[in-house]
């Protein structure tokens, strides 16, 4: 019922609401970090969820299932932590101790989840698959393999949300799985990129539209005998698009990540995964629609995740301060949570922090 009433709400959001983006940023000591922001057009409530191993779930059975037995898993790592969204059991994003992620990005027009037919003991909702998936496995690979089996269960649609899923781990491994019309099909993430629709071949594909974009200037352009410099720095990436659909920050996100300068530690790539998300931030207003002008779609949350050394970082739309949860440190046993929207920093007044200083005279 609460699903019920959670969806009456959403339902009009989902038809204007099209905006999520992920990176995969690795550090020369070989850190994973994986960055993702949530944009929605209401404040999702969302809470961060820890859970712990032997953690046990009982699948949801759709309405022709009822009756059957249903499908169940028990964790199988340290820690699951996920966020949720509007209190209810969603995995919008998450990871594991073993240092897997996963992330569900909209993709409307596009999902075509399956039909559980006489499979529904084996069979899980688009809302579950990803919680599934951090409590069974350590690996990409380990993901890899059992989609290939017969055992591999079905997904069905459970609410308005079309979802696709990107799947990293530690060692950079990832993968895109998405259900379409044509079946369910899995990409290889090799430039760890994802955004929303349409599907991630064809971003792939309209990435070729963007070859001129370069991290180095351009050189002047000569005309006869006159010489037309560049005016300021970042020529190379003109015709970069700076426009918040998908297709575009795909392309801007690709561009940051790649160009931006290696760095050594994985605190540095979590910081570096922060301000490449800051390119893709969506303020509250910029991207409305007639259909709900007043409910724009906005940048609910980011979360940064470092695979590597078990740590969840994220911040919220209102509260800029950046949050970590180490997971290593979590007690374990308990089922935890923390809410994303709790305002704990803001701004930090330094005034008194002020020093007086001899007035240069020189210069």
């Known amino acids: 019922m609460k699903l019920l009433l959670a969806t009456q709400v959403l339902l009009p959001l989902l038809v204007v609401t099209k905006a999520c983006t992920e990176i995969r940023v690795t550090a020369e000591d070989n850190s994973v970090i994986v960055g993702r922001s949530m944009e929605f057009g209401i404040n999702l409530s969302s809470n961060v969820i820890v859970e712990p191993k032997g953690h046990s779930h009982t699948a949801l059975l759709p309405l022709k299932c009822v009756g059957q037995d249903p499908m169940t898993w028990t964790n199988q790592h340290g820690s699951v932590a996920y966020l949720d969204a509007l209190n209810l059991p969603i995995g919008t994003d998450g990871q594991n101790e073993a240092g897997l992620s996963v992330g569900s990005l909209l993709f409307p027009d596009f999902a075509k989840f399956q039909d559980p037919g006489q499979k529904c003991g084996s069979s899980l909702s688009s809302l579950e698959f990803p919680r599934w998936i951090l409590g069974v496995f350590k690996t990409v690979q380990d993901v890899r393999e059992a989609l290939r089996s017969d055992t591999f269960p079905l997904v069905w649609k459970q609410g308005p949300f079309e979802l696709h899923y990107s799947v990293t781990d530690k060692t950079g491994d990832g993968i895109v799985i998405e259900f379409t019309d044509q079946g369910r099909k899995v990409h290889d993430n090799s430039i760890g990129i994802m955004t929303n629709s349409p599907p991630y071949d064809f971003h792939m594909l309209n990435l070729r539209n963007y070859i001129q974009l370069s991290k180095f200037a351009h050189n002047p352009l ?142």
């Open 222 to 363: 000569v005309l006869g005998k006159v010489q037309f410099n560049a005016i300021g720095q970042g020529s190379g990436l003109l015709g970069m698009p700076g426009d918040p659909t998908p297709p575009s920050r795909f392309v801007r996100a690709a561009a940051m990540v790649h160009f931006s300068d290696p760095v050594q530690r994985a605190e540095q790539a979590v910081n570096l995964a922060f301000h490449i998300l800051n390119t893709v931030d969506i303020p509250r207003g910029v991207a409305s629609s007639h259909e709900n002008e007043n409910q724009p779609d906005y940048t609910s949350w980011v979360v940064v995740k470092d695979l590597t050394n078990n740590a969840l970082y994220f911040r919220n739309y209102e509260d800029l301060t950046i949050r970590v949860i180490h997971l290593n440190k979590v007690v374990p046993g308990e089922l935890l949570k923390i809410e994303v929207g709790n305002k704990i920093g803001g701004f930090v007044d330094v005034t008194d922090k002020l020093k007086a200083v001899n007035p240069h005279t020189e210069l």
